[in-house]
């Protein structure tokens, strides 16, 4: 049981936007910032978004985060082939004194 | 751009030590940053287990800190982990990863090492 709570899957067709959302409490997302990561099969997650909404060099703007309350999302707009991946939020929790990541989202692209 | 690399023993006993090094390239520990450990059993999630300073003061995942110590060895630009008694829960990917303090995310990442617990 993951202290973030994701969708376990999500999809969309090539050209579409799709959101992934990413629930926590005051003492994770309500009260630090949320970092996305995307994961390609058989490979190390790589650091997507962070700081709820910063992108590292490199990274389209076709991926966006936000954050409201105790919520966060990840949006992908002009979903490509290339976007099938697994994505996780992570904040740190301030009753565990811990990183917390959520279960992780399965993103098809039909 | 910087590089992380993990090494070690792909199988470990059970109940015995998991011990893995991870060396740092192109970059100095010694400048700053924390630098952690996460870990993903096979087909689940990720797992923070915990972070070092340069200067050698540690951050732990309250469910793992009974068995686990982080260390670092500035001179050879490499951190270490240690978790003792290991079953077969702890059989994952371990990747080690530069961590920003504060902000806390990890923006460079090794290319992770799988350690299979045996019985």
């Known amino acids: 049981q993951s202290v973030l709570t994701q969708p376990p899957s999500a999809s969309g067709t090539p050209g579409q936007r799709v959101t992934i959302s990413c629930s926590g409490s005051?003492?994770?997302?309500?009260?630090?910032?949320v970092d996305w990561y995307h994961q390609l099969p058989g490979t190390a997650p790589k650091l997507l978004i962070y700081?709820?909404?910063q992108r590292p060099s490199g990274v389209p703007d076709r991926f966006s985060g936000s954050k409201s309350g105790t919520s966060a999302s990840l949006a992908i707009s002009g979903l490509q082939s290339e976007d099938e991946a697994d994505y996780y939020c992570?904040?740190?929790?301030?009753?565990?004194?811990?990183?917390?990541f959520g279960g992780g989202t399965k993103l098809t692209v039909l | 751009q910087v590089q992380l690399q993990e090494s070690g023993p792909g199988l470990v006993k059970s109940l015995e030590t998991l011990s893995l090094t991870c060396t740092v390239s192109?970059?100095?520990?010694?400048?700053?940053?924390?630098w952690g450990w996460i870990r993903q059993p096979p087909g689940k999630g990720l797992e923070w287990i915990g972070s070092?300073?340069?200067?050698?003061?540690?951050l732990y995942n309250p469910t793992l800190k009974s068995r686990v110590t982080i260390s670092v060895d500035t001179s050879k630009n490499q951190f270490s982990l240690k978790l003792g008694s290991v079953t077969a829960a702890d059989t994952a990917v371990y990747y080690c990863?530069?961590?920003?303090?504060?902000?806390?995310?990890?923006?460079?990442w090794g290319q992770g090492t799988l350690v299979t617990v045996s019985s």
């Open positions: 990863a530069r961590m920003t303090p504060y902000s806390n995310y990890l923006d460079y």
């Open positions: 192109a970059y100095s520990i010694s400048n700053g940053f924390y």
């Open positions: 070092i300073s340069h200067s050698g003061s540690t």
């Open positions: 005051s003492s994770n997302i309500g009260s630090n910032p």
């Open positions: 700081s709820n909404h």
């Open positions: 992570a904040a740190w929790d301030d009753s565990l004194n811990a990183v917390v």
